[in-house]
């Protein structure tokens, strides 16, 4: 607003006149695009029919006819470096609502030389897309493998057999013609039309979706639906369009069809309910093993799971990320404690959606059924987000009630919907940890695909016939989920559909899932998967109610809880399953995360981090000196971080390292702790800024639960601020939003919409980096009147890439971008934003920028105390001595993760295990 309304008529025109030219050269490389793939196209074809078969030699000129539609690719990138290039995944039939708008990320320039061989000519999109992407050589050259397979129609088989032992052989038998009509459809469930259509195109269509019978009409059409016939039957003539796609039968007419049979029964829905103990007493026992899937730091609500489903009669399988260090580390002393748990070493690197979770649920399997002394009966799995909300003893009773049934959710009615929802018509290929789209695949026909939930309960039969058999229909669905997004919602429910298990489903995953469609559906997994995916939302305090809902119902866990976003519900839940853990207990409204390590090899940190944690070990110890003269310490060593959270509210940061005492020279352990200071503040109350709630700043928005996942907004020169701001409701109206960086810069500015109602926004600004560090101001107008601001610290950086920065790293990483941080100049905001052109702050930043080793100690350390706060410290040992007797004990100060925590300590489970075996 600021810049359209200050700007001159000139200015604006002149600014038309650039988006018209900006337009004009979109539109010429469009053209020149589609013209090159044309081309590409065009030499296929040619090479098809007068070359002949290609040969697999290797040689130069081979190798660089195979390449051609890449290098067309980069060719023409090169010439736009820039250019948005979509992968969202989603056809244009698709339901937006559900899976958000479409994904759009800005590639860079392609690597000048090209050393992976692909076996074939790649011309597809996605795959040509994909290629440029990879990070690696070794990815591309598999994802080219995938591609060429694929095109060659030797990835996949084309047809599998079904099993069913309800359904009846009537598959492909004809009922007659019969009338439709438009206003009514007779078979309105589910309609395709299809190009080449065909009796059995049409049959195998409507199976795939799971439906009874096929209607055929006016050629192309094909309907679908589990019943027919509501207008009658209809003379064999007025149902005789040829088929498209087989000359010698005909596809109905003019509102009338050819009706066939899939040979498919109705789904079965096998209905459950819960059981009581005395309704099952005499049937035989029933042992669970809990596949426990862990990810993240979050420690103590990872204990506080296994706490709240532990019992000697069960097993208890945990696998954790192999990206995930500490995690691993600190679940390994239970493996020593109870005897029914197990940390699998073949670990995978699970990301969202991703074809290697189904390799490693099957890698699972097969490491519980040959543990011999374990003897289970179901499979269920969790992960760190799941909680119970029954007792395991009541899930047991259920269990017995229904043993011999599996447990799988499926995804509804329309399952030609979930299959375009899901993205199981196209090929996905996983490597650099990433999902890669790779293009349009046909589905096996002859099968009922079927899915919903990755949260199943596997009865051990299914599980055995997974792992151990080895018939056509394993082996084809097995390849074809390697290359399938989200795997686990689909193979497990296929696979039982069309085989011996079809009737022993219960159309249940024991789960509550918290799904709050609009704001869980904002592609968030972008980053790592080539298609826009939905995520369920944080259950909080006020979803009690809802929970409790659930009470008679066959539902025995609910996901997703995150002690860093809401504790109080999981404190609720306990009390509700174990009872009052009594107002006096230590540390219940207290939560711990683990945020660095230094015992983590491969676990990135970010540089910002590293520098503030060293800066508060330094300020902790100045501090103590300052305030006790005998109470001298060197700084040695940050040994780790953790965010701390009271009330389920941000406590501060608290940084655990080694120092020596300088009298003694002995090492003690301490701990400091760190509070960020506030600086939002309304200048001016006018008009809607009264609305105004807070203001914040931080890095790693999560759109799901509106909050940074950044917990502790340590920002450095290289990372994205974006602005978190909150409303209460009032009337629509537009703010404008200026950043302004440490030596009076307008970095940008732009005008952002808030709705009448209540509103929790953020504004990512897109600044180009590195950011000038230092403090950065904030400032909001409303009618080019300032109203509100904050302030942020952008760290420099004491370390780059995990190491003590070198002297040519911090020449780039502190004197700001090369140019302006946005795409213009918006120097004429100045005097509507009060910041003046300041030579002095200039020539600060670029002194600031040269600083070196204790110099730029020194800079950091003076600017961290403007923002963040010393709290306390404390010592890990016993340092009561006559030089610092002040110190104290970690262990009794509840602000330190030192201090006990009895609702997540390893501890409580050990001594579970003992209330048992004394009952």
Same mark, same amino acid.
């Given at each position: 607003?600021a810049?359209?309304r200050?700007?001159?008529?000139?200015?604006?025109?002149?600014r038309y006149k650039?988006?018209? %030219?900006?337009?004009?050269?979109?539109c010429?490389?469009?053209v020149?695009l589609?013209?090159?793939?044309?081309?590409?196209?065009?030499s296929?074809?040619?090479n098809?029919?007068?070359?002949?078969?290609?040969?697999?030699?290797?040689?130069s000129?081979?190798?660089?006819?195979?390449?051609?539609g %890449?290098?067309d690719?980069?060719?023409a990138?090169?010439?736009?470096p820039?250019?948005?290039?979509?992968i969202?995944?989603l056809s244009?039939?698709?339901?937006?609502s559900? +899976?958000?708008?479409?994904?759009?990320v800005?590639?860079e320039p392609?690597?000048?030389?090209?050393?992976?061989?692909?076996?074939c000519?790649?011309?597809?999109?996605d795959?040509?897309?994909?290629?440029?992407?990879?990070?690696t050589n070794?990815?591309?050259?598999?994802?080219?493998?995938?591609?060429?397979?694929?095109?060659?129609?030797k990835?996949?088989?084309?047809s599998?057999?079904r099993?069913c032992?309800?359904e009846?052989?009537?598959?492909?038998?004809?009922f007659?013609?019969?009338?439709d009509?438009?206003t009514d459809?007779?078979?309105?469930?589910?309609?395709?039309?299809i190009?080449?259509?065909?009796?059995q195109?049409?049959?195998?269509?409507?199976?795939k979706?799971g439906l009874?019978?096929?209607?055929?009409q006016?050629?192309?059409?094909?309907w679908?639906?589990d019943?027919?016939?509501?207008?009658?039957?209809?003379?064999?003539?007025?149902?005789?369009?040829i088929c498209?796609?087989?000359k010698?039968t005909?596809?109905?007419?003019?509102?009338?069809?050819?009706?066939f049979?899939?040979?498919l029964?109705?789904?079965?829905?096998?209905?459950?309910?819960?059981a009581?103990?005395?309704?099952v007493?005499?049937?035989?026992?029933?042992?669970?093993?809990?596949?426990?899937?862990f990810?993240?730091?979050?420690?103590?609500?990872?204990?506080?799971?296994?706490?709240?489903?532990?019992?000697?009669?069960?097993?208890?399988?945990?696998h954790?990320?192999?990206?995930?260090? /500490?995690?691993?580390?600190?679940l390994l002393p239970l493996?020593?404690r109870?005897h029914?748990v197990?940390?699998?070493?073949?670990?995978?690197?699970?990301?969202?959606?991703g074809?290697?979770?189904l390799?490693?649920?099957?890698?699972?399997m097969?490491e519980?059924?040959?543990i011999?002394?374990?003897?289970?009966d179901?499979?269920?799995?969790l992960?760190e987000?799941d909680?119970?909300?029954?007792r395991?003893?009541?899930?047991?009773?259920?269990?017995?009630k229904?043993n011999g049934?599996?447990f799988?959710?499926?995804?509804?009615?329309d399952?030609?919907?979930?299959?375009q929802?899901q993205?199981? #018509?196209?090929?996905?290929?996983?490597?650099?940890?990433?999902?890669?789209r790779?293009?349009?695949r046909?589905?096996?026909t002859?099968i009922?695909?079927?899915?919903?939930s990755d949260w199943?309960?596997v /009865?051990?039969t299914l599980?055995?016939?997974?792992i151990?058999?080895?018939d056509?229909l394993?082996r084809g669905?097995?390849n074809?989920?390697?290359?399938?997004?989200?795997p686990?919602?689909?193979f497990?429910?296929?696979l039982?559909?069309n085989s011996?298990?079809c009737?022993?489903i219960?159309?249940?995953?024991?789960?509550?899932t918290?799904?709050?469609r609009?704001?869980?559906?904002?592609c968030q /997994?972008k980053?790592?998967?080539?298609?826009?995916?939905c995520?369920?939302?944080?259950?909080?305090t006020t979803d009690l109610?809802?929970l409790?809902n659930y009470?008679?119902k066959?539902?025995?866990f609910a996901?997703?809880f995150? @002690?860093?976003?809401?504790q109080e519900?999981?404190?609720?839940i306990d009390?509700?399953l174990?009872?009052?853990?009594?107002?006096?207990?230590?540390a219940?409204s207290n939560?711990?995360?683990? #945020?660095?390590?230094h015992?983590d090899?491969?676990?990135k940190?970010?540089?910002?981090y590293?520098?503030?944690?060293?800066?508060?070990?330094?300020r902790g110890?100045l501090l103590?000196?300052e305030?006790?003269a005998?109470?001298?310490?060197r700084p040695i060593?940050v040994?780790?971080?953790n965010?701390?959270?009271?009330?389920? +509210?941000?406590?501060?940061?608290?940084?655990l390292?080694q120092?020596?005492?300088?009298?003694?020279?002995?090492v003690?352990t301490m701990?400091?702790?760190?509070h960020?200071?506030?600086h939002y503040?309304?200048?001016?109350?006018?008009g809607s800024?009264?609305?105004?709630l807070?203001?914040?700043?931080?890095t790693?928005?999560?759109?799901?639960?509106?909050?940074?996942r950044n /917990?502790a907004s340590?920002i450095g020169?290289y990372?994205?601020?974006v602005l978190? +701001?909150?409303?209460g409701?009032?009337?629509?109206?537009v703010?404008s939003?200026?950043?302004?960086?440490p030596?009076?810069?307008?970095?940008?500015?732009?005008?952002?919409?808030?709705p009448?109602s209540s509103h929790?926004?953020n504004?990512n600004p897109l600044?180009k980096?590195?950011l000038?560090?230092?403090?950065?101001?904030?400032?909001?107008?409303?009618?080019?009147k300032?109203?509100?601001e904050t302030?942020?610290?952008?760290f420099p950086?004491?370390?780059?890439? @995990?190491?003590s920065?070198?002297?040519s790293?911090? +020449?780039?990483a502190?004197?700001?971008?090369d140019?302006y941080?946005?795409?213009?100049d918006?120097?004429?905001?100045?005097?509507?934003l009060?910041?003046p052109?300041?030579?002095r702050?200039?020539a600060?930043?670029?002194?600031?920028a040269?600083?070196v080793?204790?110099?730029? #100690?020194?800079w950091i350390d003076?600017?961290?105390p403007?923002?963040?706060?010393?709290?306390?410290?404390?010592?890990i #040992?016993?340092v009561s001595?006559k030089?610092?007797?002040?110190?104290?004990?970690?262990r009794l100060?509840?602000?330190s993760s030192?201090s006990p925590?009895?609702?997540?300590e390893?501890s @409580?489970?050990?001594?579970?295990?003992?209330s048992?075996?004394?009952?």
């Open positions: 607003m810049a359209s200050i700007g001159s008529w000139k200015r604006i025109c002149l650039y988006f018209f %030219y900006a337009a004009f050269i979109v010429v490389f469009q020149f589609a013209y090159s793939f044309y081309k590409v196209n065009l296929d074809k040619e098809n029919e007068n070359a002949g078969p290609q040969s697999s030699e290797s040689d000129g081979k190798f660089d006819s195979r390449l051609t %890449y290098n690719y980069l060719k990138k090169q010439k736009t820039n250019k948005v290039v979509s969202q995944g244009d039939d698709v339901d937006n559900v +899976h958000g708008d479409e994904e759009v800005e590639l392609p690597a000048p030389h090209t050393t992976f061989i692909p076996k000519k790649i011309i597809g999109k795959a040509l897309s994909a290629l440029e992407r990879a990070k070794k990815c591309r050259q598999e994802i080219a493998d995938v591609v060429c397979l694929e095109q060659e129609k990835l996949y088989v084309k599998l057999p099993s032992p309800v009846a052989n009537t598959t492909g038998s004809y007659g013609c019969f009338q009509n438009k459809r007779d078979m309105p469930k589910h309609f395709k039309e190009i080449k259509n065909s009796p195109a049409c049959i195998d269509h409507c199976t979706g009874k019978y096929a209607g055929l006016f050629g192309r059409e094909c679908c639906d019943k027919f016939g509501r207008h009658g039957k209809v003379e064999e003539d007025k149902c005789g369009t498209p796609g087989d010698s005909t596809c109905g007419g003019y509102l009338t069809m050819r009706i049979s899939t040979g029964p109705a789904k079965i829905k096998n209905p459950s309910s819960l009581s103990k005395d309704s007493a005499d049937e035989p026992p029933v042992k669970i093993v809990f596949i426990l899937t990810n993240g730091r979050q420690i103590r609500q990872v204990i506080r799971l296994i706490r709240a489903v532990y019992h000697p009669d069960h097993y208890y399988y945990i954790v990320d192999k990206r995930e260090e /500490y995690l691993f580390r600190e493996e020593k109870l029914n197990r940390l699998t070493r073949q670990r995978f690197s699970t990301i969202w959606g074809a290697s979770l390799q490693a649920h099957l890698t699972f097969k519980v059924l040959g011999r002394e374990w003897k289970w179901y499979y269920i799995n992960s987000s909680y119970p909300i029954k395991i003893d009541e899930l047991v009773n259920f269990l017995k229904y049934y599996s799988l959710k499926s995804h509804g009615s399952t030609h919907r979930f299959i929802k993205g199981l #018509e196209q090929t996905f290929y996983e490597c650099d940890n990433h999902l890669w790779l293009g349009p046909a589905l096996p002859g009922r695909i079927d899915g919903g199943i309960g /009865y051990r599980a055995e016939y997974v151990q058999q080895d056509e394993l669905l097995k074809l989920f390697k290359f399938t997004l989200l686990v919602e689909s497990f429910h296929t039982s559909q011996k298990f009737d022993k219960i159309d249940n995953n024991l789960h509550l918290n799904w709050r609009k704001q869980g559906c904002k /997994y980053h790592i998967v080539d298609w826009c995916g995520s369920p939302n944080d259950f909080k109610d809802k409790m009470e008679d066959p539902v025995f996901r997703k995150e @002690a860093i976003v809401n519900i999981i404190n609720s009390v509700y174990f009872g009052d853990y009594g107002q006096d207990m230590t219940l939560y711990w995360q683990n #945020e660095f390590h015992l090899k491969n676990t940190t970010r540089d910002a590293l520098t503030a944690y060293h800066s508060f070990m330094r110890l103590l000196a305030q006790f005998t109470c001298k310490y060593k040994l780790e971080a965010i701390f959270y009271e009330s389920d +509210h941000f406590h501060g940061l608290l940084v390292y120092a020596e005492d300088v009298t003694s020279g002995n003690i701990e400091t702790h760190m960020p200071k506030t503040s309304v200048l001016n109350p006018i800024i009264g609305r105004l807070t203001l914040e700043i931080g790693n928005f999560d759109p799901k639960e509106l909050i940074f /917990y340590l020169p990372d994205e601020p978190r +701001h909150v409303w409701p009032g009337t629509e109206f703010i939003v200026a950043w302004i960086d030596s009076n810069v307008i970095a940008a500015s732009y005008d952002v919409k808030i009448a929790i926004g504004h600044l980096s590195p000038r560090p230092g403090i950065w101001t904030v400032r909001l107008m409303e009618n080019l300032l109203v509100a302030k942020f610290l952008v950086l004491q370390f780059y890439q @995990a190491r920065i070198s002297t790293d911090i +020449h780039q502190h004197s700001g971008p140019g941080y946005a795409k213009k918006f120097s004429e905001l100045r005097t509507v009060k910041v052109k300041d030579e702050l200039e600060e930043a670029v002194t600031n040269r600083k080793g204790k110099d730029l #100690e020194k003076g600017l961290s403007l923002f963040w706060q010393v709290q306390n410290s404390c010592a #040992e016993d001595s030089h610092c007797p002040q110190v104290a004990k970690c100060v509840s602000w030192r925590d009895p609702k997540s390893l @409580a489970i050990v001594t579970k295990l003992k048992f075996r004394k009952r």
